[in-house]
């Protein structure tokens, strides 16, 4: 079993910035791939970005291509989704996932914890 723990949320204005952090406990997080997910009001969940085993491949939604930046120490268990410039349609609960395959489809995920909140104001 993996434990995990997303922080970081927050009340931001339009064009800020905010840095979420997702620590794991149980297992090591090496050895799985990791997902940042979100769902807006009223809308499915969807993949905002993922990252390998390693780190050599990452995947963004075209929505937040060039202002995210996802990226994992694997020695302490964490992957952390860096958010510049931030829009009121970045407005949403964020998740982050462990699975065992790069994939952007929530079902191959395997871990998740219990979201934080972002919002954003225009």
């Known amino acids: 079993q993996v434990q995990l723990v997303e922080s970081g949320g927050g009340s931001v204005q339009a064009g800020d910035s905010l840095r979420l952090s997702c620590e794991a406990s149980g297992r090591s997080l090496s050895n799985y791939v990791m997902g940042w997910f979100r769902q807006g009001p009223g809308k499915e969940r969807e993949i905002v970005a993922s990252i390998s085993w390693n780190g050599g491949r990452t995947y963004y939604t075209n929505a937040v291509k060039g202002r995210f930046t996802i990226s994992r120490v694997n020695a302490k268990n964490t992957v952390t989704l860096q958010m510049n410039s931030l829009k009121a349609e970045d407005t949403a609960v964020y998740y982050c996932?462990?699975?065992?395959?790069?994939?952007?489809?929530?079902?191959?995920?395997?871990?998740w914890g219990q979201g934080t909140q972002v919002t954003v104001s225009s």
């Open positions: 996932a462990a699975g065992e395959h790069l994939s952007t489809d929530r079902n191959s995920y395997d871990y």
